[in-house]
């Protein structure tokens, strides 16, 4: 009876679930499609109750969100899609921007069981006690919370001085409390915390970040305090992250108050800060490493001055991390890449960082290159019919 009743309620609320639209162009009478859609996020997420999915179209939204639970908020829609062709989306070249310019607040504050996916989240100013101080994303004691496929840029976390008290200033990007957080394929870039943890700060929790970058953070890239466990793959940190307030932080990763053995680093790239003591590390490429897998050695990125941190045909993350890992890259694009002649050759022969190299179609041998030699495979495959 029991299991009857929790089928019965599960069924009941799945079939009151709805998607909820918003849109420019919308009409904003009832936000039950493209036509009807709401103007704003906000509205949207007041129509909004719990299992509800709200698609936003591409366009910049000047405005400040707090989730309600259990809202599933999705962006880079082109404003045509029907219900059924979610996966048409593409939040690379449907920018669906969530911009705080002039409101002085955090851009996102979410709430239990939430999920965010495919937004720019920028220009967020956390000031305390207006907010916890956190500038992009904040996520207090809510349960878990699910960011995936965003862009965190030019956010702030300020630091506010009360008496004797320094409150605030932490997390500039993304900032979260006793909550366990799922991260991936997100780009965390030039975001400020006045205190620590520029990029993200993890409190407390069990955490998951996968497929990403971090770069131009100023107060660290991702710092970990007090979590019950963190796991990081297949990420990349920038030559440009900087650690100014707690130099002992580090620029790139810093974790603190967390369970001996309890981080997990693989399949990474690190070059400005050591491993922290007590991390399981395996396949990585990070300074002053030893180990299962580990280099130390230029990662030859294509050009970081500029942001590029895709790699190089020389370089040495090529087809050198473990032989499990992620199925896309921070592109998109397909995971594992073999490279032939470059690391290990196989069908499991990972990348290490958030990018896959990726071969160009001519490129027939495998190697990287096109030379001489794919053209001579060509000529002679010209015009063959299937295997002789």
């Not at 993200?200 to 998951?208: D, P, Q, R, S, Y």
């Not at 940190?237 to 130099?247: A, C, D, K, R």
């Not at 199925?327 to 890449?337: A, E, F, H, I, K």
């Amino acid at each position: 009876m029991i299991v009857f009743m929790a089928v019965l309620l599960i069924s009941l609320h799945s079939a009151s679930a709805r998607t909820l639209y918003v849109s420019k162009t919308g009409d904003g009478s009832t936000g039950v499609s493209w036509e009807t859609g709401f103007p704003t996020v906000t509205e949207a997420i007041e129509s909004a109750t719990a299992g509800d999915h709200i698609w936003v179209a591409s366009g910049s939204y000047n405005e400040a969100i707090s989730l309600k639970p259990e809202i599933e908020l999705y962006g880079g829609f082109s404003g045509n899609e029907n219900e059924d062709q979610f996966d048409l989306r593409n939040w690379r070249t449907n920018a669906t921007i969530l911009d705080a310019t002039g409101l002085e607040s955090t851009v996102v504050i979410a709430a239990e069981n939430c999920t965010i996916d495919g937004f720019v989240i920028t220009n967020g100013v956390g000031i305390f006690p207006q907010s916890a101080g956190t500038g992009g994303i904040e996520c207090f004691d809510a349960d878990e919370i699910s960011i995936s496929n965003c862009r965190i840029v030019n956010n702030m976390a300020r630091v506010t001085i009360d008496g004797n008290s320094v409150l605030g200033g932490v997390g500039g990007g993304i900032s979260v409390y006793n909550t366990d957080l799922y991260i991936s394929s997100c780009e965390i870039l030039s975001n400020r915390a006045d205190i620590f943890g520029g990029g993200i700060a993890l409190l407390e929790g069990n955490h998951v970040v996968e497929n990403c970058l971090f770069d131009q953070n100023f107060g660290s890239g991702l710092v970990v305090e007090s979590a019950d466990s963190i796991t990081v793959t297949h990420c990349t940190f920038g030559l440009f992250n900087t650690s100014y307030v707690f130099p002992s932080k580090g620029p790139d990763i810093s974790v603190t108050g967390t369970p001996f053995g309890s981080f997990r680093l693989t399949n990474s790239i690190i070059r400005n800060t050591s491993v922290p003591y007590g991390t399981i590390a395996s396949y990585n490429n990070v300074k002053g490493a030893s180990g299962n897998g580990n280099i130390d050695i230029d990662p030859e990125w294509r050009n970081p001055e500029d942001g590029d941190y895709r790699l190089r045909l020389s370089s040495p993350c090529i087809d050198s991390a473990s032989t499990e890992g992620l199925s896309t890259d921070l592109d998109g694009n397909p995971r594992p890449v073999d490279v032939v002649g470059a690391g290990h050759d196989g069908p499991s022969a990972f990348d290490m960082g958030c990018y896959e190299f990726q071969l160009n179609k001519a490129d027939f041998n495998r190697n990287g290159a096109v030379d001489g030699e794919d053209l001579l495979i060509f000529q002679e495959e010209w015009m063959r019919e299937g295997e002789n």
